[in-house]
């Protein structure tokens, strides 16, 4: 089941029943979203490994919680990559045709996520409590995933600034440290013609990035910098060789996160970057989308 909201040209279609995720962003009927070359495979029991989440991922845009990246154990739970909230059940409590308000709970952590599509913007806001006697960690991840004239040869990224830290594909961070927009020798602002970057841009200055397409497509992302300090970022470009990929990968990520690290929710906890709800306790964020311009005043 999906549900679609809309405002003049943009049409935001949601499903509930995984993870209360974006499929579709369509802005005078091109859409901005990815959508994998491959057809999404049913979802066996969790946890799940990476090529199961992502043999069965439908492209678009995930909220990560309560682990994201890497697979880990943490007190003896196991959470699959990009945690159990991103492919969860979520409840459909309020919507019209410009609203919709979904809900769902794991372990005592309710999660509720409204979406608003209105004044030519997309918001997505998210309310966390614990509802549980004990304390719960978590960390959050914005996994929007833009495809199309987003990532095409030539599209430029524009960030305020913040530190390059390259993640290796099992969620490790790699040595060395660049400014931004900067990679060794690599000027992660344009996207080549074949690429495959994964990394962590730490400690932003501002909640917000500037996507401009090759084309007259841009969009403009502004997040809520306290609940999102750093920004994953992934540039795929016909790089990824392994399946399901296959060197079939066009796709641009831009992924507000609550941590600097990509080695899961264990890893966070042992360096004191996992946000600890004490019980009762509750954790809002937010992020705006705005297609054309990219203006995010």
Do not use: K
């Not at 492209?59 to 919680?65: A, T, Y």
């Not at 409840?91 to 030519?120: F, H, K, N, P, W």
């Not at 841009?218 to 060197?247: I, K, M």
């Amino acid at each position: 089941m999906t549900i679609a909201l809309r405002d003049g040209p943009i049409v935001l279609t949601i499903a509930p029943d995984r993870g209360a995720e974006v499929r579709s962003l369509e802005v005078s009927g091109t859409e901005l979203l990815y959508r994998p070359p491959w057809e999404p495979a049913p979802l066996p029991d969790g946890p799940h490994a990476a090529d199961v989440w992502e043999r069965s991922w439908h492209g678009g845009w995930q909220l990560l919680w309560p682990s994201a990246g890497a697979a880990c154990a943490v007190d003896g739970v196991e959470h699959g990559f990009h945690g159990a909230g991103s492919i969860a059940p979520f409840s459909v409590a309020e919507c019209d045709r410009q609203q919709a308000t979904l809900r769902c709970e794991i372990d005592g952590l309710r999660c509720e996520r409204r979406y608003d599509v209105r004044d030519g913007r997309v918001r997505a806001a998210t309310r966390f409590a614990n509802g549980s006697e004990r304390t719960i960690p978590l960390v959050l991840v914005e996994h929007l995933i833009l495809g199309g004239c987003l990532a095409a040869e030539g599209t430029s990224i524009e960030l305020a600034g913040g530190q390059v830290i390259e993640q290796a594909w099992d969620g490790s961070a790699l040595p060395g440290c660049d400014d931004w927009p900067w990679l060794g020798n690599a000027d992660l602002s344009v996207l080549p013609a074949t690429s495959s970057y994964f990394v962590v841009v730490r400690d932003l200055p501002a909640g917000e990035a500037r996507i401009e397409g090759p084309g007259e497509i841009a969009l403009g992302v502004r997040f809520d910098r306290s609940a999102y300090p750093h920004l994953w970022l992934w540039e795929e470009r016909l790089g990824a060789t392994a399946e399901p990929w296959s060197g079939r990968g066009e796709c641009l990520a831009v992924e507000p996160s609550s941590v600097p690290s990509t080695d899961g929710l264990a890893g966070a906890i042992a360096r004191g970057e996992a946000s600890m709800l004490a019980p009762g306790g509750e954790l809002s964020s937010w992020i705006e989308l705005v297609p054309g311009s990219g203006s995010v005043q």
